[in-house]
């Protein structure tokens, strides 16, 4: 190869790489000098969060769409890491403490520690639980005999707070061990307190600059327009703790970068009711924003990258009306009971006269979808009082009456008489009986001769329309034994007892006699135990709601439908139905319509002349037919219980009424009476079937 081709191929490779270092040169001047200070700023801002938007949490309303629970818009003012530094964030902490105090407003104050006269620091009375777990706080690690003065001197040094006063310190520290409890960060902003005034709103907005990392935001806080109504059912909510929080960790349900609308230790979660039941539907999605931050920390921009979601609107199968009629009548009645018991223990110089009656519930269903119309319980309570009022709270917790207990779902009463409509089903059913098989009741049953209970009266002649009218033992006494244990409890449960009913909340599953249930509790079931269990005694025991569903069952031709207290679901605006109510089988009696038609007319019967609830229903303008019962409980006065459902020919609500104590039918059938008073005076006989065919 000649030697110029040589050096032209050497001179063209210099070129080339001449021109790749001329292209890289232009490059570099363009970035560093021409366009070097748009991107320096841009290189400044590489800190990027994403933070959490709450959704607002779904509403509960009656089925008329009245106000149980919503939502009142608030301010809130928070702590954004994005402005707060080390430097700056006790002085903050004082500024806002002092400016909430001076106006009587709260701030999240956790700490279990207060200063005593002496400037010296105490653990708070009654927080000794609070105390152990600041204590074992892994970042504080203190041992468990530390006292509050050590606690202290510990939570000074890790959050650099120094050059206060005792009080001062106490508070700052209180703030900053609660911002650690719940993770504060950039895209955790720290909640300091909700629902403060627009006057302190102004405060704050005209400070901003001597608050640094403090800013007002609006948000959401759960309000109770009608706190009184139906509060076992609505339910309540609180800020989750520590395991709930593992609970839904466990789950994969707690937050994180790919999961905003998991859980977070500041997070409302619902406690009870249908607050808790209903948790996911309420809960909502949480949303995005996307927090950019310079080097020094300054806020660059935000940026909305996901909308959140508010929650659905449920709408419970309550009417608020009939709901706050059925709880006067409630409480009325108890204390009705207690006044005349205690006046009759006076005279009489004995007890057990209803003197100890104070707890009862009520609950009523619609016959045709087992939906619950009401359900009370006294005591109850007042959810407005109980969430905002610490107080009241703690007068409810020790309160002897437990009014935050739900006796109309969870409260377990032994039915007494009001069982026989059951047993009466099966042995007809069975052909153990016959409509017009009889038995003489001389007060006395004595098919054994070492047990031989007894009657009430002395009814003579008895078929089985006449036994359920005057309530005779004997009667059931006999086609209960020869029924037997075993056909007697599968016919029970056919009709719902022993059995969850379906509600959407916590219920009860009450107790059924048998020699199994009996042995598992460590007794011995007796041959003569079958007659108790046959009328509503022996280890009986029943929910309200159990036996609201049992009388709706009777009522509807012995089809038993799954409860519920949830009329449907709505987005939150409430303009688009997400899911309805439909009703749900949960059982077949297996009892024919025949067989159910003569025990249905024994129960009319008890309603009019010479019936255990004549006296109340005798010259009832609508026709009702029921059952009471009357159970003795030792030491204390008698259960009574009713049972019922009108109108007779075309049943639309069924009834439940236990008294507990209570001594004497009169009161729980006065209750009744005033359930189906309000219940026909909102509904007059028919219309409600008119207006459900209509829709």
């Known amino acids: 190869m000649p030697r110029w081709e040589g050096f032209a ?72 890491r994005a402005y707060m530094t080390e430097e700056t964030q006790n002085d903050t902490i004082l500024r806002l403490v002092k400016l909430l105090d001076e106006r009587g407003e709260e701030w999240e104050d956790v700490l279990p520690i207060e200063v005593t006269p002496a400037g010296l620091y105490q653990f708070i009375e009654g927080r000794e639980d609070d105390a152990d777990a600041l204590k074992a706080n892994e970042q504080i690690r203190l041992n468990p005999y530390s006292s509050a003065n050590e606690c202290m001197r510990a939570m000074v040094e890790l959050y650099g707070v120094e050059g206060y006063s005792p009080e001062e310190t106490r508070d700052i520290v209180s703030v900053r061990y609660n911002m650690m409890l719940l993770g504060f960060s950039v895209s955790n902003p720290y909640p300091f307190a909700t629902g403060v005034s627009a006057g302190t709103v102004g405060i704050v907005s005209e400070n901003k600059q001597n608050l640094p990392g403090a800013a007002v935001e609006i948000t959401t806080e759960r309000e109770y327009p009608n706190g009184d109504v139906a509060p076992h059912i609505v339910g309540t909510i609180g800020l989750i703790s520590q395991e709930e929080y593992n609970a839904e960790k466990e789950a994969g349900n707690t937050a994180s970068a790919d999961n905003l609308s998991g859980y977070a230790y500041t997070d409302y979660i619902g406690k009870s009711g249908i607050e808790s039941a209903l948790e996911d539907v309420l809960r909502g999605e949480n949303g995005a924003k996307a927090v950019e931050t310079t080097r020094s920390g300054s806020l660059a921009s935000t940026t909305v990258t996901d909308p959140p979601v508010a929650g659905n609107t449920v709408y419970l199968s309550i009417d608020s009306r009939l709901q706050r009629a059925v709880q006067a009548s409630l409480a009325e009645n108890v204390q009705a009971t207690r006044e005349n018991g205690e006046a009759e223990a006076a005279r009489e110089g004995t007890s057990g006269h209803g003197e100890d009656c104070t707890v009862g519930a009520a609950v009523v269903l619609d016959v045709d979808t087992f939906q619950v119309l009401a359900a009370a319980t006294y005591p109850s309570y007042d959810l407005n009082l109980y969430m905002n009022d610490d107080d009241y709270r703690r007068e409810l917790l020790t309160d002897e009456t437990n009014p935050l207990y739900n006796n109309a779902f969870l409260g377990s009463f032994m039915p007494g008489s009001c069982f026989k409509p059951v047993v009466a089903c099966a042995a007809l059913e069975e052909g153990i009986i016959t409509p017009e098989w009889e038995y003489y009741c001389n007060h006395r049953y004595t098919y054994w001769d070492d047990y031989q209970p007894t009657c009430m009266g002395y009814h003579g002649d008895l078929d089985v329309m006449g036994a359920l009218q005057k309530s005779c033992n004997l009667f059931f006494f006999d086609a ?165 459902f009108a109108p007779y020919e075309d049943p639309e609500i069924a009834v439940a009424v236990v008294l507990q104590y209570g001594a004497t039918s009169r009161y729980s059938n006065a209750v009744a009476k005033d359930i189906f008073d309000a219940y026909f005076e909102l509904y007059p006989a028919g219309t409600a079937a008119e207006e459900g065919s209509s829709e």
């Open 9 to 80: 191929r050497y001179a063209a490779c210099i070129a080339l790489v001449a021109a790749a270092f001329s292209v890289f040169t232009v490059r570099l001047v363009d970035w560093q000098i021409l366009q070097g200070e748009e991107y320096l700023e841009q290189a400044d801002n590489t800190n990027t969060a994403i933070v959490k938007m709450e959704a607002a949490r779904g509403e509960i309303l009656d089925v008329n769409g009245e106000p149980l629970a919503v939502n009142r818009t608030v301010y809130r003012i928070v702590f954004d």
């Open 480 to 644: 209960g034994r020869r029924l037997g244990i075993d056909s007697m409890v599968l016919y029970a449960q056919r009709f719902g007892f022993g059995q969850r009913t379906g509600l959407e909340v916590s219920e009860g599953v009450g107790l059924l006699s048998s020699p199994e249930e009996r042995e598992a509790r460590g007794g011995v079931w007796q041959g003569g135990d079958v007659v108790q269990a046959a009328i509503g005694q022996a280890d009986d025991a029943s929910t309200p709601i159990q036996l609201a569903a049992y009388a709706a069952t009777l009522a509807n031709g012995g089809v038993r439908l799954e409860t519920s207290v949830v009329d449907k679901i709505t987005n939150y605006n409430r303009d688009e139905v997400v899911e309805e109510h439909t009703p749900q089988v949960a059982a077949e009696t297996g009892v024919s319509q025949e067989n159910l038609d003569v025990v249905l007319r024994g129960m009319r019967a008890v309603c009019q002349t010479g019936g255990t609830a004549a006296a109340t229903f005798g010259n009832y303008p609508v026709a009702v037919a029921g059952k009471t019962g009357t159970a003795q409980v030792p030491p204390h006065s008698d259960n009574v219980v009713f049972i019922g």
